[in-house]
């Protein structure tokens, strides 16, 4: 039996990746904080494994107790990082420095995995072609333009000069599928008849179903070829606004939805306002000026071939498939709270 250590393992995705992991006979551990919700971790077989981010001496010795037999887990999956923060700065400490003290510990401890694979972002990359809309790929030279953008770069680059870790990068594109939380906030508006979107000119958006990008990791893991390689996971095109709120809308029954379009400086200011509350309240809020140049961004399209080369990806799940799993989901939860 491998073992497998997925950090950041209570988060929308983590709850997948453990699932996935025991679904295929992995010893499984799942790193979380002390505060990390447990809902999507149940099962006995999982092994917890609580850390002390900010701690790495605390780290060090929760880890060393932890390791299976006292040697290192074949496989590291590190998928924690922050993507939206009060303070800006957390951001770099959250998305770089955890990591960079995390495989330091495994270092000073021996524990070096086989391979260790690590959750990037296609905001990495910045802004893709606005004007041909060439997709995004392996040869794009990332100029990343946002707070969290510019952390994941950071934590690319760290990794890339530390050739003694067996790393693999994953940027994926926006990832959606039942208990997350953004793409869940378009459904409801859909659900209660307006789409809301921001600029005039044509946006083109991707996705990857939570399932595939999961099944997508145990490739890549598995395969021989993929180590000090980095891999964007979409599906393998791209969709208009107007083709995802006709799908929500399918998927929810509606068959009236009133497009809101909001002009970009409209949506800057509500962005910057949004981000000042949530500096004053000490919470971080959804809607800020990083969202804003995200929501901002015209071209999401990106190429897949590398992943489909390497370890043969193949997304399962549609934009169509995807929506009609989260939206069930959601019809499941809302008709469990009315009854409450």
């Known amino acids: 039996m491998k073992s497998i250590l997925i ?7 983590g709850g997948f990746i453990a699932e ?7 010893d499984t551990y799942v790193g979380v904080r002390e505060s990390t919700s447990r809902r999507y971790l149940t099962d006995p077989r999982l092994h917890f494994v609580v850390l002390d981010y900010d701690d790495p001496l605390s780290m060090s010795g929760v880890l060393a107790e932890a390791a299976p037999e006292g040697k290192a887990w074949d496989y590291v999956i590190y998928n924690l990082g922050a993507t939206k923060c009060a303070n800006f700065s957390d951001f770099n400490r959250i998305n770089f420095g955890y990591l960079r003290s995390f495989t330091g510990v495994l270092r000073e401890l021996r524990l070096m995995p086989e391979r260790f694979l690590f959750m990037s972002s ?29 952390s994941k770069i950071k934590a690319e680059t760290y990794l890339e000069t530390q050739p003694d870790i067996p790393w693999i990068i994953f940027r994926p594109t926006g990832v959606y599928g039942p208990h997350e939380k953004d793409y869940l906030m378009m459904v409801k508006s859909i659900d209660a008849g307006f789409d809301f979107g921001v600029g005039y000119r044509r946006q083109m958006l991707t996705f990857i179903y939570v399932d595939d990008l999961v ?11 993929t180590v000090h390689k980095k891999y964007i996971i979409s599906e393998d095109r791209a969709y208009t606004q107007a083709e ?19 002009p970009l400086w409209m949506a800057y200011v509500a962005s910057a306002v949004a981000e000042k509350y949530g500096v004053l309240t ?21 190429s897949i071939e590398d992943a489909r080369r390497d370890f043969g990806f193949s997304p399962a799940f549609s934009l169509e498939r995807g929506i009609e799993e989260t939206v069930k989901a959601y019809l499941t939860e809302k008709k469990s709270k009315n009854k409450k």
Not at 215 to 225: D, K, R
Not at 244 to 258: E, Y
Not at 284 to 302: E, P
């Open 7 to 13: 950090i950041g393992a209570g988060g929308f995705i």
């Open 122 to 150: 296609l905001s990495a990359l910045g802004p893709g072609d606005e004007k041909g809309y060439t997709p995004m790929d392996s040869r794009t030279v990332p100029h990343p333009n946002t707070r969290y953008g510019l």
């Open 282 to 302: 000490l919470k971080a809020s959804t809607l800020n000026r990083d969202k804003f140049k995200i929501m901002k961004q015209r071209n999401w399209a990106c």
């Open 244 to 262: 995802f709120r006709k799908l929500v809308g399918k998927a929810l029954g509606k068959r009236f939805c009133i497009p809101v379009k909001l």
């Open 215 to 225: 099944n997508a990791m145990f490739q890549a893991l598995e395969a021989p070829g």
């Open 20 to 26: 996935e992991a025991l679904r295929r006979g992995f």
